[in-house]
C-alpha cells in the first residue's frame, strides 16, 4: 500500500477529507521555526489517550502518538493550521481550568473524557455550519491525527486489527464473524 492509498483509506474511514491532506499527498517539509516539542508531545499524548484508551488492546499513549501528532504538525502543517492546532491544545487546558479548576493533565480520565466529549459536539456543529473558507476546527484535527497515527502504528496495525503479515498468499474470500477487528 502507498502512502497516497493509506491517507485516501483513512480520510474515508474519518467521513471526509483530512486536514492537511495536500501536505501528505506532496511530501512534508522540514522547517527552522519553532514548532511543537516534547512537552506538548506529552500533553497530546494524554488528549490521545483520552480519545483512543488503552482497553484489551494498547491505548494512543502506547502507540507514541503524541510524538506523531508533533512530527506531523511541525512538518506537513502550513503555518495558519499549525497556529490553530497550537491554539487549539491552549484552549483544551484552559476550559479544564475554567470548568474543573486545574490544567487537563491534572483532572481525572472521566473529567478529561467529558471534557473532550463536550468539546467534539462543539466541533460537530461547527463543521456543519462552517462555510468552506472558513478553518477546520482543531479539535478534528486533533481526532484525526490521533487515528492516523494509531491505526499507522504498531500496536494499531497489529493489536487492533487482525495483522496478517506480508508477504501471504491473496485470500479472495474472508470470512468475517460480528464484532471481529478489521484485517490489515
Not at 492537511?20 to 511530501?27: P, Q
Given at each position: 500500500?502507498?502512502r ?10 474519518l ?7 495536500n501536505?501528505?499527498?506532496t ?23 483520552t ?14 502518538v ?5 512530527l ?33 493533565t ?12 463536550q468539546i ?6 461547527y463543521?456543519?455550519s ?9 479539535f ?6 490521533t ?14 486489527k487482525?495483522y ?10 474472508v ?7 478489521a484485517?490489515v
Amino acid at each position: 500500500m502507498t502512502r497516497k492509498e493509506a491517507v485516501q483509506y483513512i480520510s474515508l474511514l474519518l467521513g471526509g477529507s483530512l486536514v492537511g491532506a495536500n501536505s501528505f499527498l506532496t511530501g512534508c517539509k522540514t522547517t527552522d521555526k519553532k514548532g511543537l516539542n516534547s512537552d506538548d508531545s506529552a500533553y497530546l499524548d494524554e488528549i490521545a489517550e483520552t480519545i483512543l484508551p488503552e482497553t484489551k488492546t494498547p491505548g494512543a499513549k502506547a502507540a507514541k502518538v503524541g510524538s506523531f501528532m508533533v512530527l506531523m504538525v511541525n512538518d506537513c502543517y502550513d503555518e495558519k493550521e499549525q497556529a490553530i492546532f497550537r491554539e487549539g491544545m491552549q484552549k483544551i487546558n484552559d476550559q479544564a481550568k475554567a470548568k474543573l479548576g486545574k490544567e487537563f493533565t491534572a483532572i481525572t480520565p472521566q473529567q478529561r473524557h467529558a471534557l473532550l466529549v463536550q468539546i467534539d459536539n462543539e466541533q460537530k456543529q461547527y463543521m456543519k455550519s462552517k462555510k468552506e473558507e472558513e478553518p477546520v476546527h482543531y479539535f478534528r484535527m486533533m481526532k484525526e491525527l490521533t487515528l492516523l497515527g494509531y491505526f499507522t502504528s504498531e500496536p494499531g496495525c497489529t493489536k487492533a486489527k487482525r495483522y496478517m503479515p506480508v508477504p501471504g498468499k491473496y485470500i479472495g474470500c474472508v470470512p468475517y464473524t460480528k464484532g471481529e477487528k478489521a484485517i490489515v
